[in-house]
Antibody, heavy 119, light 110 residues
Framework: EVQLVESGGGLVQPGGSLRLSCVASGFTFSSYSMNWVRQAPGKGLEWLSYISSSSRTINQADSVKGRFTISRDNAKNTLYLQMNSLRDDDTALYYC????????????WGQGILVSVSS | QSALTQPASMSGSPGQTVTISCTGTSSDVGAYNYVSWYQQHPGNAPKLVIYEVTNRPSGISDRFSGSKSGNTASLTISGLQAEDEADYYCSSYTTTSTRVFGGGTKLTVV
């Protein structure tokens, strides 16, 4: 069974940093590209970042470029999101999501991890 | 990158067919056959129901179908059931190698 489990969220002050992790199991992690997507309370989905299976290709939304960094460790089956210079409007539920193999679409999602930015 | 445009809400009766639209531009929806659709029930993570415009993942009912014409993609749900009541989001790959979601459509089964 495919499982994606996020961790590392919590309450942080504006300007602070957090690193989210997403541990994958039930599939060959190193063969799949991955994404981070967030959802602010009561709002819609916002795509944040993509990383290819080998980490060769990384793409990011303009809203987080220069502040957030996606990475992965295929030996540890883990996806990361380093978040710096956090702002109030970064408060959201953060999901990691796997891409369809060789295609476009997120076929498996984690349960989400809450990040709250507040003083 | 602006969000794709979806109707904020729609409704239908059990057994009816509903079609949710997703309008973008020639830089996203119109550029590639890389449109996907997600169903999200309250308190749950999104679930993929259509990928690459028309493809259904394993386990998704054939009551769900997708299509695209120009810069507008559509999700059609036939034989509407109470369990279909949820939020639906479209997403597209873009010409700048990013991805963009629609604002979401709240579907009510009345």
């Amino acid at each position: 069974e495919v499982q994606l489990v996020e961790s590392g969220g919590g309450l942080v002050q504006p300007g602070g940093s957090l690193r989210l992790s997403c541990v994958a199991s039930g599939f060959t992690f190193s063969s799949y590209s991955m994404n981070w997507v967030r959802q602010a309370p009561g709002k819609g989905l916002e795509w944040l970042s993509y990383i290819s299976s080998s980490s060769r290709t990384i793409n990011q939304a303009d809203s987080v470029k220069g502040r957030f960094t996606i990475s992965r460790d295929n030996a540890k089956n883990t996806l990361y999101l380093q978040m710096n210079s956090l702002r109030d409007d970064d408060t959201a539920l953060y999901y990691c999501a796997r891409d369809v193999y060789g295609g476009y679409g997120n076929d498996h999602w984690g349960q989400g991890i809450l990040v709250s930015v507040s003083s | 990158q602006s969000a794709l445009t979806q109707p904020a809400s729609m409704s239908g009766s059990p057994g009816q067919t509903v079609t949710i639209s997703c309008t973008g531009t020639s830089s996203d929806v119109g550029a590639y056959n890389y449109v996907s659709w997600y169903q999200q029930h309250p308190g749950n993570a999104p679930k993929l129901v259509i990928y690459e415009v028309t493809n259904r993942p394993s386990g998704i009912s054939d009551r769900f179908s997708g299509s695209k014409s120009g810069n507008t993609a559509s999700l059609t749900i036939s034989g509407l059931q109470a369990e279909d009541e949820a939020d639906y989001y479209c997403s597209s790959y873009t010409t700048t190698s990013t991805r963009v979601f629609g604002g979401g459509t709240k579907l009510t089964v009345v």
